[in-house]
């Protein structure tokens, strides 16, 4: 069997809220369908 993986999708309004906590402020990241994505420098 298979285990379950579940993935968050976050809305725009989430991400917003991530950058104003602080949450990504140090990290290179674009919200692309719903999942934040690391980018390359």
Known sequence: MT???AIAKWTLEDYHQMIA???LS???VEL??????????
């Open 26 to 28: 140090d990290r290179r």
């Open 3 to 5: 285990p379950h993986v």
């Open 32 to 41: 692309l369908n719903g999942e934040i994505i690391e980018m390359p420098p």
């Open 21 to 23: 906590a602080g949450i």
